[in-house]
Every structure is written in structure tokens, then in C-alpha cells.
């Protein structure tokens, strides 16, 4: 049977040429679709490497800009008024390079050999309590990193994954900005946001007194938002200053997401309708076709087919042309990975080129089962003389 | 070889009845050539196709060889085609995307046999109707009388006991329809293939063993 379907499809080529066509391009569309999706849930899916319910985070106003005698007595006294505050675990200080804000800072070096390229993120020896960052090698700053000779830096695990593979690298010197201890590896610490890949990071510590303007608060769990007023009312005494901005970091963590899932919802959407037109052009088609094709069905029946055969043939014609269509379609798309035509990970492809083939065969066969099924209920007699 | 007994035929719609066919009582017996005359409407078709088992009696019975085949599944009433029947029509019912030689070979699609066999059934059905060195072309490249006998090829490529055809010469000029008569007469008297062909053609009609008249749904003669 499959060889005569064959004949039968090749003898009109032609008119089957554009439904392998659409087959193909909705394929195309729905592979590009399914990788940027997986890829991107596939971050999402990574953990970020800190916490962020029960952070607060306090984006100081222009403390940095005033003298800095001054500013360095104004942050003294609020991490001492925070402090006091029972609802608040742990503080930590921060530059302006903050969970979710957009901010980073890009440094690279090529003195070590190769060109290493970073983001560098200065802390305080209290980030890791308040983050509740995660030490899989080595140790944490403490405060005599301070006044070390040679800066020490805590380094992620990608930072050791790209530069120095399958190295303990923990007490080891490099080059970046001068010469470098790392003391310690972290396994993350995302803090740009969930869509964002796993960049090299490095941390370096600061005295949480210079050049800060933001803090970050550990909160007791279930304290109530209504602190926040008290909370700024402090912060606002010892600064002098109204314009701070207290923030919850899980609120932030869903604001800072929701653009990209808006983007996804909106490509899986258009997807959706696009596989929609597809299944429905499909339907009119091969509906179109039996209907056309009523005297064949009602000869096939006088000839000696059953309705199992009829329905089987127009299935096999359609999981033919659509078999031919995804070949062509995977024969495109597999060069992706097998010419590396991107960094990013063969598996990503290989899978958006397993789930667009199940979802395209799912969906013609749908189309395909009722025209077919009706094809095979219509009756011998009344088809051979419509002809 | 074939009983019919009592045969009725009636299309009902929500305001209408019509009885296509009244009380038909018919032998067949093996190896006959029967045909059957009537003007236009008066059931001939229907009568071929209830012979066929294309169409369901709405009251009687029919017996081929013995067996009462008014209790057949659907795919038992399939497979009694197939192996039985040979079905040839006055519009031929070529499928126009396939060979001659695929077209010849569609009854055997349905039977568990070899492509292979296939092939050389259908060849030597082709041959025996004089379209051996046609087997490639498509039905579009064909003549009418062609087209016949490629039905005809297809009709017989299975070895059936009983041909059934409707109007076979009906779109065919008289030089055709003669020729094609005399393929069917020849299968009849050599192979002993019962015949039962509906014809308008009186001159067709009188080359056959028995002819029967139809009128109105009923057997007149």
C-alpha cells in the first residue's frame, strides 16, 4: 500500500508540492518558535544562586554624591539603625550593580593568556547572608580581605567552568586589573534576571561605608508590608533624605521577568494561531480532496476495499507528504547544530526538532482523521455515478 | 449463481417515496450472459449495484452461489468483492494519476499478495485485452475504447467469477462498443465468467445469452 501512495503522490507532484511547502514552513516557524522558548525557559529554570523572598532592597538617595566624610558617617549609622530593627536579619551594602536594575559592570583582561572576559560586582562581607549565596569551594570575604595586599575575589562556577576547567582554583593568583587571589566559588549568582544567561562573575569586596547606594535587608519571614513605612521613616531620619526606595526583591524578580514572558506568551500565542491556520488549511484541504476524489473512493470500495482501507489510504497520503515536508524541514535545521552556527547548546535544537516533528505529525493526523474517516462512510452506489 | 428473490428498492427522502425496484426475482445461473434493458430510471442500476453488493436491498434476498449474503459484515461484503466481483462502467472510473498498469492492478491491492504477483497479473490482464505496450501511459493518453479495455484488464486481473457491467459500451462508437463486446463474449465462452451487463443498446443486448427488460422498477420481460 505504501508504494502505490507513493505513485499516487508522485504522479501529482505538483499539486502536492504546496502542501509540503506549507507543512515545511509552519515546521520552520515552529522550531525557531520552540528553540528561543526552551532556551529561555531552560534559564528560567536555572536557579539564580541567591534568595529573594523576605529581601528587601533600599535604593539609597545620592548618598555617593555627598562629601565623603559624610557619607561614610551616614552609612554607619543607618547599617546601626538597621540593625536595631528587630524585623531585620542582615544587611548588606551595595554598589549600584543590584539584583534586577539593569546595572552591570563588564571588566576582561587578556594578560593571563587568553581573553577572559567578566562581570564584576562589589560587595560587602554581609552579602552572603543576606542572599543567602551558596560557597561550593574555599570560603567568604571577612573583613580582613579588607586590607589583604592581594584583592581577593569569589569567582562562580561558570567563571571556573569557562577560563579554568576541571581546576580547583581556591587560593590560585590571576590578572584582572592587577594581580588576584580567588578565595572562593559560588555556584551562581544571577542577579540580572531569570532570562539572563550565566555570565563569568566575580565578586570583589568593599568596605560597605564607600561609594555605596544601595542596601539590601534580610527580613524576618511574614513581616508586614506596613513596616515598610516604618522602615523608610528611619531610613529617611538618618539619611536626611525622603527619595530612597524600598523595594521587594521577589516583587522585583516577577516585574523584571514579566517582559520576557510576555514576549514568549505573545510568540507561543502567534505559534498557536499560526498551527491553528495550518490544521485548518489542512482540514479544507483534504476535505476538499475527498469530496473530489468521491468516484475514486466509491471504485476503491466496488474494487474490494473496506472503510479501514480508505481511511488508511488517505492517512498514509497525508503522513507521506508530511513525512517528506519534515525531512526536508530537519535536513535544514540540523545543519544549526552540526555547523555550530551558534553558541548556544546542540540538545536546544535537537529537542525543538523532536517536539516541532510530534507536534506537526499530532496535528495533520488530526486533520487527517475525520475527512478520512468520513471518505470512508461514503457509499459506493451514490460516488461511482457522481462522476 | 446468482438468486435474487423479491428484491425491493425504495429511496425515501422526508416527503417522497420512490421504489426504484419492485419485486425482482432473478437467476444467474454460472457462466450465463445476461443482460438487462430499460429505459432511463427504470432501476437497472440500482438492480446492478444491489447485484454487486454496492447497494443494500431495502426488502428480498440474494443468494450467490448458495449463500445468502444479506447478513454480511462490511468487510465480508469487501472481500466477496474482490475475490467475486469484476466491476466494469460506462465512464471506465480510470484514476486518472495512476499507470495503466496501476489501475489494472487495484483489485489486487486488496488481496495479501506480492507486489511482484501483482505486477505480472496485471500485465497478463493486459496483455489479453491487447494493451500490453500500454502499460505505462496514463489514462489521459488513452482512446475510449482504450480506457475499456483497460477496465476491462482491471476487472478480470483478479479472476472473478461474475462481471458486472454497467453500460460498457454506452460512451463508445460502434467499432468500440463491438470490440469491447467481443472481449466480454470471449471471457464468457472460454473462461465461463458470468456476465450481467446493463445495456441501452438492443443490438449489444441480442449478442448475450438472455436478455431481461425493466420497467418502472419492475420485470417485464
Same mark, same amino acid.
Given at each position: 500500500?505504501?508504494?502505490?501512495?507513493?505513485?499516487?503522490?508522485?504522479?501529482?507532484?505538483?499539486?502536492?508540492?504546496?502542501?509540503?511547502?506549507?507543512?515545511?514552513?509552519?515546521?520552520?516557524?515552529?522550531?525557531?518558535?520552540?528553540?528561543?522558548?526552551?532556551?529561555?525557559?531552560?534559564?528560567?529554570?536555572?536557579?539564580?544562586?541567591?534568595?529573594?523572598?523576605?529581601?528587601?532592597?533600599?535604593?539609597?538617595?545620592?548618598?555617593?554624591?555627598?562629601?565623603?566624610?559624610?557619607?561614610?558617617?551616614?552609612?554607619?549609622?543607618?547599617?546601626?539603625?538597621?540593625?536595631?530593627?528587630?524585623?531585620?536579619?542582615?544587611?548588606?551594602?551595595?554598589?549600584?550593580?543590584?539584583?534586577?536594575?539593569?546595572?552591570?559592570?563588564?571588566?576582561?583582561?587578556?594578560?593571563?593568556?587568553?581573553?577572559?572576559?567578566?562581570?564584576?560586582?562589589?560587595?560587602?562581607?554581609?552579602?552572603?547572608?543576606?542572599?543567602?549565596?551558596?560557597?561550593?569551594?574555599?570560603?567568604?570575604?571577612?573583613?580582613?580581605?579588607?586590607?589583604?595586599?592581594?584583592?581577593?575575589?569569589?569567582?562562580?562556577?561558570?567563571?571556573?567552568?569557562?577560563?579554568?576547567?576541571?581546576?580547583?582554583?581556591?587560593?590560585?593568583?590571576?590578572?584582572?586589573?592587577?594581580?588576584?587571589?580567588?578565595?572562593?566559588?559560588?555556584?551562581?549568582?544571577?542577579?540580572?534576571?531569570?532570562?539572563?544567561?550565566?555570565?563569568?562573575?566575580?565578586?570583589?569586596?568593599?568596605?560597605?561605608?564607600?561609594?555605596?547606594?544601595?542596601?539590601?535587608?534580610?527580613?524576618?519571614?511574614?513581616?508586614?508590608?506596613?513596616?515598610?513605612?516604618?522602615?523608610?521613616?528611619?531610613?529617611?531620619?538618618?539619611?536626611?533624605?525622603?527619595?530612597?526606595?524600598?523595594?521587594?526583591?521577589?516583587?522585583?524578580?516577577?516585574?523584571?521577568?514579566?517582559?520576557?514572558?510576555?514576549?514568549?506568551?505573545?510568540?507561543?500565542?502567534?505559534?498557536?494561531?499560526?498551527?491553528?491556520?495550518?490544521?485548518?488549511?489542512?482540514?479544507?484541504?483534504?476535505?476538499?480532496?475527498?469530496?473530489?476524489?468521491?468516484?475514486?473512493?466509491?471504485?476503491?470500495?466496488?474494487?474490494?476495499?473496506?472503510?479501514?482501507?480508505?481511511?488508511?489510504?488517505?492517512?498514509?497520503?497525508?503522513?507521506?507528504?508530511?513525512?517528506?515536508?519534515?525531512?526536508?524541514?530537519?535536513?535544514?535545521?540540523?545543519?544549526?547544530?552540526?555547523?555550530?552556527?551558534?553558541?548556544?547548546?546542540?540538545?536546544?535544537?535537537?529537542?525543538?526538532?523532536?517536539?516541532?516533528?510530534?507536534?506537526?505529525?499530532?496535528?495533520?493526523?488530526?486533520?487527517?482523521?475525520?475527512?478520512?474517516?468520513?471518505?470512508?462512510?461514503?457509499?459506493?452506489?451514490?460516488?461511482?455515478?457522481?462522476? | 449463481?446468482?438468486?435474487?428473490?423479491?428484491?425491493?428498492?425504495?429511496?425515501?427522502?422526508?416527503?417522497?417515496?420512490?421504489?426504484?425496484?419492485?419485486?425482482?426475482?432473478? $437467476?444467474?445461473?454460472?457462466?450465463?450472459?445476461?443482460?438487462?434493458?430499460?429505459?432511463?430510471?427504470?432501476?437497472?442500476?440500482?438492480?446492478?449495484?444491489?447485484?454487486?453488493?454496492?447497494?443494500?436491498?431495502?426488502?428480498?434476498?440474494?443468494?450467490?452461489?448458495?449463500?445468502?449474503?444479506?447478513?454480511?459484515?462490511?468487510?465480508?461484503?469487501?472481500?466477496?468483492?474482490?475475490?467475486?466481483?469484476?466491476?466494469?462502467? @460506462?465512464?471506465?472510473?480510470?484514476?486518472?494519476?495512476?499507470?495503466?498498469?496501476?489501475?489494472?492492478?487495484?483489485?489486487?491491492?486488496?488481496?495479501?499478495?506480492?507486489?511482484?504477483?501483482?505486477?505480472?497479473?496485471?500485465?497478463?490482464?493486459?496483455?489479453?485485452?491487447?494493451?500490453?505496450?500500454?502499460?505505462? $501511459?496514463?489514462?489521459? @493518453?488513452?482512446?475510449?475504447? @482504450?480506457?475499456?479495455?483497460?477496465?476491462?484488464?482491471?476487472?478480470?486481473?483478479?479472476?472473478?467469477?461474475?462481471?458486472?457491467?454497467?453500460?460498457?459500451?454506452?460512451?463508445?462508437?460502434?467499432?468500440?462498443?463491438?470490440?469491447?463486446?467481443?472481449?466480454?463474449?470471449?471471457?464468457?465462452?472460454?473462461?465461463?465468467?458470468?456476465?450481467?451487463?446493463?445495456? $441501452?443498446?438492443?443490438?449489444?443486448?441480442?449478442?448475450?445469452?438472455?436478455?431481461?427488460?425493466?420497467?418502472?422498477?419492475? @420485470?417485464?420481460?
Amino acid at each position: 500500500m505504501i508504494k502505490h501512495v507513493l505513485k499516487l503522490l508522485w504522479n501529482k507532484k505538483a499539486s502536492n508540492a504546496l502542501m509540503i511547502l506549507e507543512i515545511f514552513l509552519s515546521f520552520i516557524v515552529l522550531f525557531f518558535v520552540l528553540s528561543y522558548v526552551f532556551f529561555n525557559l531552560g534559564k528560567v529554570n536555572q536557579p539564580l544562586g541567591f534568595e529573594t523572598i523576605d529581601i528587601w532592597k533600599i535604593q539609597l538617595d545620592g548618598v555617593e554624591q555627598r562629601d565623603s566624610l559624610e557619607a561614610v558617617t551616614t552609612l554607619q549609622n543607618l547599617k546601626t539603625e538597621l540593625l536595631s530593627m528587630e524585623e531585620i536579619e542582615a544587611v548588606s551594602f551595595t554598589e549600584s550593580i543590584v539584583p534586577f536594575q539593569n546595572s552591570q559592570w563588564r571588566t576582561g583582561s587578556a594578560d593571563n593568556g587568553f581573553q577572559m572576559t567578566t562581570l564584576l560586582v562589589p560587595v560587602d562581607e554581609d552579602l552572603k547572608k543576606v542572599m543567602g549565596l551558596n560557597i561550593t569551594e574555599g570560603r567568604w570575604f571577612n573583613e580582613d580581605d579588607l586590607n589583604s595586599s592581594m584583592k581577593p575575589l569569589i569567582v562562580n562556577q561558570e567563571f571556573i567552568d569557562r577560563y579554568y576547567p576541571n581546576k580547583s582554583m581556591v587560593d590560585s593568583t590571576f590578572i584582572l586589573n592587577g594581580d588576584r587571589k580567588i578565595i572562593g566559588v559560588i555556584d551562581q549568582y544571577r542577579y540580572i534576571g531569570e532570562f539572563e544567561e550565566n555570565h563569568p562573575t566575580v565578586l570583589s569586596i568593599a568596605p560597605y561605608f564607600q561609594n555605596m547606594s544601595a542596601v539590601l535587608l534580610k527580613m524576618k519571614g511574614n513581616t508586614p508590608t506596613a513596616f515598610e513605612e516604618k522602615l523608610s521613616q528611619r531610613i529617611a531620619n538618618t539619611t536626611k533624605s525622603t527619595g530612597n526606595v524600598i523595594v521587594d526583591l521577589e516583587k522585583e524578580r516577577i516585574e523584571n521577568s514579566r517582559e520576557s514572558w510576555v514576549l514568549i506568551i505573545a510568540l507561543l500565542a502567534i505559534c498557536g494561531f499560526l498551527c491553528l491556520n495550518v490544521a485548518l488549511g489542512l482540514f479544507g484541504v483534504l476535505w476538499y480532496n475527498i469530496n473530489k476524489r468521491k468516484a475514486e473512493i466509491g471504485l476503491r470500495q466496488a474494487l474490494g476495499a473496506n472503510g479501514f482501507d480508505i481511511t488508511k489510504q488517505f492517512i498514509l497520503e497525508i503522513l507521506v507528504l508530511t513525512g517528506i515536508a519534515i525531512l526536508i524541514a530537519i535536513f535544514f535545521t540540523i545543519q544549526i547544530p552540526l555547523l555550530k552556527v551558534t553558541e548556544y547548546p546542540n540538545s536546544l535544537f535537537y529537542k525543538s526538532i523532536g517536539f516541532s516533528t510530534l507536534i506537526i505529525l499530532i496535528l495533520v493526523t488530526i486533520c487527517a482523521l475525520f475527512p478520512s474517516v468520513q471518505a470512508a462512510k461514503i457509499t459506493p452506489a451514490n460516488s461511482l455515478h457522481e462522476d | 449463481m446468482i438468486k435474487l428473490k423479491n428484491i425491493k428498492k425504495v429511496y425515501r427522502t422526508k416527503t417522497i417515496e420512490t421504489t426504484a425496484l419492485n419485486d425482482i426475482d432473478l $437467476h444467474v445461473p454460472k457462466g450465463e450472459f445476461l443482460s438487462i434493458m430499460g429505459p432511463s430510471g427504470c432501476g437497472k442500476s440500482t438492480l446492478l449495484n444491489i447485484i454487486g453488493l454496492l447497494d443494500a436491498p431495502s426488502d428480498g434476498n440474494i443468494l450467490v452461489a448458495g449463500k445468502s449474503i444479506k447478513n454480511y459484515a462490511s468487510k465480508e461484503t469487501s472481500r466477496f468483492r474482490n475475490e467475486k466481483l469484476g466491476f466494469i462502467f @460506462q465512464s471506465f472510473h480510470l484514476i486518472p494519476d495512476l499507470s495503466v498498469l496501476d489501475n489494472v492492478e487495484l483489485p489486487l491491492l486488496y488481496r495479501s499478495i506480492s507486489s511482484k504477483e501483482r505486477r505480472t497479473l496485471a500485465e497478463e490482464a493486459l496483455a489479453s485485452v491487447g494493451l500490453a505496450n500500454r502499460k505505462s $501511459h496514463f489514462p489521459s @493518453q488513452l482512446s475510449g475504447g @482504450q480506457k475499456q479495455r483497460v477496465a476491462i484488464a482491471r476487472a478480470i486481473v483478479g479472476n472473478p467469477e461474475i462481471i458486472l457491467a454497467d453500460e460498457p459500451t454506452g460512451n463508445l462508437d460502434s467499432v468500440m462498443g463491438d470490440e469491447i463486446m467481443g472481449i466480454l463474449t470471449k471471457l464468457n465462452k472460454e473462461e465461463g465468467t458470468t456476465i450481467v451487463m446493463v445495456t $441501452h443498446d438492443e443490438r449489444m443486448a441480442k449478442k448475450t445469452d438472455r436478455l431481461i427488460r425493466l420497467y418502472d422498477g419492475s @420485470q417485464v420481460a
